[in-house]
């Protein structure tokens, strides 16, 4: 049983789904959870005292997935009484009470708005013995200022704004995640410092619309800035962000990109779609000869630079000429990298009430050309890195063959993924170390390097990473009514507590 036992601290487990907004939210959710006294659960451990889903309601099969979960989750708590489940992120913003009301057995759900209520909110449910639903409908404190449990030695996330301004038809987000909120300079930079002064080599800037940044204060050109400025925190050394706009992007952000060392240079940028008809539909306000025209600018100021993008086929209305046009820009844009989605249906979008809804075999079979000619690019972008040397940030859970292959797994500068051998310093590269060395064979999704490293650096990251140890970021807690930390039960007299 693992309810807590006599003496024991409560456990914790959080479920993630999503982007990468939902992986760092989840940060904060355990930050948060530990900072109140909870103890995160074993991996292995299938009843822990307290299970949290942090949803995604992008996709269509988002409310099938937490539904079956919470399902498989009922018969357990029914056998451990004092069990709590609590569901969060933006599928709670937008079923809100309907969660409860479909899965009676759910402790707590809470929104995008108020991750900093939940310890508050689990107490309040175990007091009253019934369930909390607290939805806010504007953000209550900026996530970052809350405590943060981070996943990685060697990486970390960094919100440099939440919500979004932009009205596109297929897209839920604003509605659940709210208008744009930019969080001051010298905040985020002084988050990054700190994760730098943990050993943290590699920051990813997080926001909806990063090149919208600033528009809170009034500053067009913020975005860019931000980035020179972090070329100059002592001990970071690669800089990412994601996901850019292209009807905000400024040449000044390449320039920035080109000139500060430690960015690296590599480039997710959303396309949606080749057609301009269809992106109008899609309500986004750029063209693809204007997309074309910003990659061909960021490949003459870094030849080297790795464009990914992300692609919707079968939007209502698309053609077969759509769809081709779609295929051309593929083609000539060259992206090292795509995530590929077929179009799904979101109540409450615009776009799930317009006239053309494709048939599901019309938008498969595009689904299977794009991926065809998306693999074809890919692989031979791959294939001109060969004989390159690259270098690799050393990974955990990149390589789902590593153990089997004797490789180990990172990813390059560029954000490409490398497998590579580690020769006689096998045991001694830990994740988090840097490694130089030369690719030797290209697919479609990843580069390997079979021959012995060239060259191997310990970092403090790999320090860490062999201590066990996880960077964890300060927050500032809300003033909301708390119990505390979760009360355990009194020690059995002359007993031995649980450990």
């Known amino acids: 049983m693992t309810t807590a036992a006599a003496g024991s601290p409560r456990t914790y487990q959080v479920r993630t789904y999503g982007c990468q907004m939902n992986v760092h939210d989840s940060e904060r959710i355990s930050g948060l959870l530990e900072d109140a006294g909870y103890v995160r659960a074993a991996e292995a451990d299938e009843q822990p005292d307290v299970v949290v889903f942090n949803t995604c309601a992008v996709r269509e099969n988002a409310d099938n997935r937490l539904y079956g979960n919470l399902g498989h989750l009922r018969p357990v708590k029914a056998k451990h009484p004092g069990m709590q489940i609590a569901v969060g992120g933006c599928l ?21 708005h108020n991750i900093g209520s939940l310890p508050a909110l689990l107490d309040r449910a175990r007091h009253n013995a019934a369930a909390e639903v607290e939805i806010l409908e504007s953000l209550e404190v900026f996530p970052s200022t809350l405590p943060t ?21 297929f897209c839920i987000v604003p509605s659940l995640r709210g208008k744009e909120k930019d969080r001051r300079p010298g905040d985020i930079l002084s988050e990054v410092r700190a994760l730098a002064d943990s050993g943290v080599l590699e920051v990813t800037l997080l926001g909806q619309n990063v090149n919208s940044y600033g528009v809170e204060f ?21 800089v990412r962000f994601t996901s850019p706009h292209p009807k905000d992007f400024t040449d000044d952000v390449i320039a920035a990109m080109a000139e500060t060392p430690n960015v690296c240079h590599s480039l997710h940028m959303p396309l949606q779609s080749g057609s301009d008809d269809v992106l109008r539909a899609m309500r986004r306000s750029y063209r693809s000869e204007r997309y074309l025209g910003i990659i061909e600018k960021v490949r003459a100021a870094m030849p080297d630079a790795a464009i990914t993008t992300d692609i919707i086929v079968g939007f209502p209305g698309e053609t077969e000429a759509d769809f081709a046009r779609t295929l051309d820009v593929v083609r000539e844009a060259r992206f090292s990298s795509a995530f590929t ?24 079979e595009r689904y299977e050309r794009l991926i ?3 693999e074809e690019i890919t692989w ?33 500068r560029d954000g490409r993924l490398v497998h590579f051998a580690t020769g006689e310093l096998a045991g001694k590269i830990r994740p988090g170390d840097i490694v130089h060395t030369v690719v030797t064979y290209a697919a479609p999704h ?27 970021t300060p927050g500032v807690l809300l003033g909301l009514p708390t119990i505390g930390a979760p009360a355990a039960s009194p020690a059995p007299v002359g007993g031995c507590a649980a450990h």
């Open 92 to 112: 709670a913003q937008k079923d809100r009470g309907d969660i409860v009301r479909k899965a009676p057995w759910v402790d707590v759900v809470f929104g995008t």
């Open 380 to 412: 031979a972008e791959n294939k001109k890195l060969v004989g390159e040397t690259v270098e690799v940030l050393v990974a955990v859970g990149e390589g789902r063959k590593d153990e089997r292959t004797g490789r180990m797994s990172g990813r390059a």
């Open 218 to 238: 009034g500053d067009r050109y913020a975005f860019g800035k931000l980035l020179r400025a972090c070329g100059d925190i002592d001990g970071l050394e690669r």
């Open 341 to 364: 989605f077929q179009y799904s249906k979101r109540p409450g979008t615009p776009a799930a009430t317009m006239d053309g809804q494709l048939p599901k075999q019309v938008v498969q």
């Open 149 to 169: 449990r981070r996943e990685s030695t060697y990486a970390g996330w960094v919100s440099i704004s939440v919500g979004c301004n932009n009205t596109c038809t």
């Open 446 to 472: 990843h580069l390997n390097a079979d021959g012995a490293p060239l060259a191997h650096r310990r970092t403090r990251a790999g320090d860490a990473a062999e201590a066990g140890q996880v960077p964890r």
């Open 372 to 374: 065809a000619c998306v």
